[in-house]
């Protein structure tokens, strides 16, 4: 029996020791603007989502209202939605922000609704409105 309890231990042991590694999907690249200090790496989550991990924006002096745009040669379509991944007690949620950026992140999570089919695009990136 004491054998038992010393294995049963050890399993436990075992299994709270293992930590999953996060997915975040397909990485497409790397989004860089030094000027917004604008960093993050990009994911193609599914046919629907891309994932931005370890989004950093310094926080604007002016407001700046940056858009994730999807683009081809001939065509451009605004993200439909952005949802920034937040921690609390229960696990993580997905809380929507609106379509614009407007302050700053630091190692932030977000993710960001595809406009139609994501085949049908060949481009992603962040475009200041008011810049553009």
Known sequence: MR???GIIAVIVITINAANAVDYF???LGT????????????WLVNGTAVQIT????NPAREKLDLSFYFSTAEEVAKGEQIYQIL???????????GVSLDGGFQNARL?????NNYKK?????VVAEDKW
């Open 111 to 115: 993710v960001v609704t595809i406009p």
């Open 87 to 97: 921690n609390s007690p229960n696990g993580q949620y997905a809380k929507p922000i």
């Open 3 to 5: 054998n038992l309890v």
């Open 31 to 42: 989004l860089r603007n030094t000027t917004f200090g604008l960093t993050g790496d990009v």
């Open 54 to 57: 370890n989004l950093n924006l």
């Open 25 to 27: 999907g397909v990485k």
């Open 121 to 125: 695009w060949a481009f992603f990136g």
